[in-house]
């Protein structure tokens, strides 16, 4: 166990955690955000570069700090590490300049996008971004396209993190989607417009951390916030079918995985609870699921704007934290 | 007790002489009063035939807006919905198909677009939070009806005709935000 200081607060983690791991243990305000890294799909992270964060001292043996901004998802914990996020400005100015990057070929179509109110390029851009913008040049533009028959790929919006690529990898036997060109010109394709037709690859959209890969059955149906999102589960032969189900009425309008405080897909008995296809698409009937209630969203989220009330307050710890 | 807005006034019941016990003066000053009024301008006017002017940021009736190629501003991104406090507006979005590119901006559109006039209560809300310039109060008034359904606004009534078009110019949420 080696201990670190993460914005003042002492924890210790196991050797090896990676910085922004060690801040998820703490949680709060102090966890440096995360446009690329995603817990669940090895070998992600890296490189968005929001996650940067200052390390005013190595380790208890060489307490020197590391002259640049280090990246918390790759960079692994030392014991006696003492680490600013919050508490920098190097990090706020350094962060702001990646959002504004991130965002210099970012559309900006949010009320045409899908993924608007869950968007963590929206968040990231409220929390850390510039009002204006300076970029003045042509943005690099893609026309929409169809990747198989049930996902929508808006490369305009792409940040290039590389998740879904992963996704494909790892949870699918066979690869068929990648990133093409290099630099300015690189872009999410699968090569000779080949389908996707794997079981699980419609897990590509819930990775995406902006509205570039969509679900296409849900394509301009309704907006995230006009609808209930309900925990829900089915009994499905290929996976696990635990599930969030996004009502409006009494109608199915999506289907995505359960999502925690990261947006990452939650882990249920002991393995992630990935999609499946059938579950994810084609599972749009009431009667085919099993619906346990509603999913607890922060309250700050545009999503419980809904009208949407909580079971009971006291069990949002985000409720209760702001009304000490 | 003392009153605190000394403006307390008490009453008295003194007897009343003969020349008030008539009435008479009382009458007659009270009578003038009303006489004098006949000769000034009336507060009212002869509302359709004559109108009154607006406040450049009066709030009455929507109008969808459309862009200088008539094209229709709204994509139905819900903000407005989302921003009525009376739930007031309810929509529906379309994706545009090739070739409609002369009806809609965007690649999404209002297929339906619905506004109850009974439940809106002219706030401003929705103009001030939508991103597309789209929807604006302005200073027509709503028209009464018998009926309720009647005032369900639908797109016919709110999207303005390309050839009579209606003027925000003086809206305080024009022109203030990029559009893209």
């Not at chain 1, 200052?54 to 003492?82: F, I, N, W, Y």
């Not at chain 1, 600013?84 to 009320?111: M, Q």
């Not at chain 1, 394709?189 to 990775?207: C, M, P, Q, R």
């Not at chain 1, 916030?225 to 829900?232: D, E, S």
Request: charged share 30%.
């Amino acid at each position: 166990m080696v201990k670190v200081t993460i914005d003042g607060i002492e924890i210790e983690v196991e050797e090896g955690t990676t910085i922004l791991n060690a801040a998820r243990q703490v949680g709060g305000d102090i966890v440096p955000p995360a446009m690329c890294y995603y817990s669940k799909l090895e070998g992600s992270g890296g490189k968005c570069r929001t996650c940067l964060v200052e390390v005013a001292a190595g380790s208890e043996r060489d307490p020197r700090p590391m002259p640049k901004l280090m990246v918390s998802c790759s960079t692994q914990v030392q014991h006696g590490m003492v680490v600013k996020n919050l508490t920098s400005d190097r990090v706020k100015e350094a962060r702001a300049g990646v959002t504004e990057f991130l965002l210099a070929n970012h559309p900006l179509d949010c009320p045409v996008c899908d993924q608007a109110g869950e968007c963590h390029l929206q968040d990231l851009g409220f929390e850390n971004g510039k009002e204006g913008t300076r970029f003045e040049e042509d943005k690099r533009t893609f026309a929409p396209r169809d990747i198989g028959d049930k996902i929508k790929l808006h490369m305009n919006r792409c940040i290039l993190c590389y998740r879904c690529v992963y996704t494909a990898n790892q949870l699918t036997n066979k690869r068929v989607h990648g990133v093409l060109n290099r630099g300015d010109h690189a872009e999410i394709s699968t090569y000779i417009e080949k389908a996707l037709d794997n079981e699980f690859i419609g897990n590509v959209i819930d990775v995406c951390p902006v509205g570039a890969l969509t679900d296409k059955t849900f394509r301009f149906k309704s907006r995230v916030w006009f609808l209930k999102p309900m925990n829900a589960h089915r009994d499905c032969p290929t996976c696990q079918g635990i599930a969030t189900v996004w009502m409006f009425g009494n109608e199915i309008q999506r289907v995505t995985g359960r999502k925690d405080a990261y947006g990452e897909i939650e882990t249920h008995n002991g393995k992630t609870a990935w999609l499946c296809n059938t579950c994810r698409f084609e599972s749009k009937d009431v009667a085919q699921w099993t619906i346990e209630g509603p999913r607890v969203i922060n309250r700050h989220s545009v999503i419980s704007q809904g009208h949407y009330v909580l079971k009971n307050p006291l069990e949002d710890k985000n409720t209760v934290k702001n009304l000490k | 007790m003392e009153s605190l807005s000394n403006r307390k006034k008490v009453v008295s019941d003194k007897k009343m002489t003969f020349v008030e016990s008539l009435y008479l003066p009382a009458i007659f000053s009270g009578m003038s009063k009303s006489f004098k009024h006949m000769f000034n301008k009336p507060a009212t006017v002869r509302y359709p035939e004559q109108e009154r002017e607006f406040a450049p940021v009066y709030r009455g009736m929507h109008v969808l807006k459309r862009d200088e190629q008539g094209r229709e501003n709204c994509t139905a991104c819900g903000l407005c919905a989302v921003a009525c406090p009376a739930e007031a507006i309810t929509m529906k979005a379309a994706e545009r198909e090739p070739g409609e590119e002369h009806l809609y901006r965007e690649e999404k559109y209002a297929e339906t677009y619905e506004i109850n006039m009974l439940r809106c209560i002219f706030c401003g809300l929705c103009e001030e939070a939508c991103p597309k310039e789209a929807v604006f109060l302005t200073d027509r008034i709503v028209p009464t009806n018998f009926e309720r359904q009647p005032f369900v606004y639908g797109k016919d009534k709110l999207v303005e005709p390309v050839d009579k078009r209606v003027d925000i110019t003086n809206r305080q949420h024009t022109g203030k935000r990029g559009n893209k």
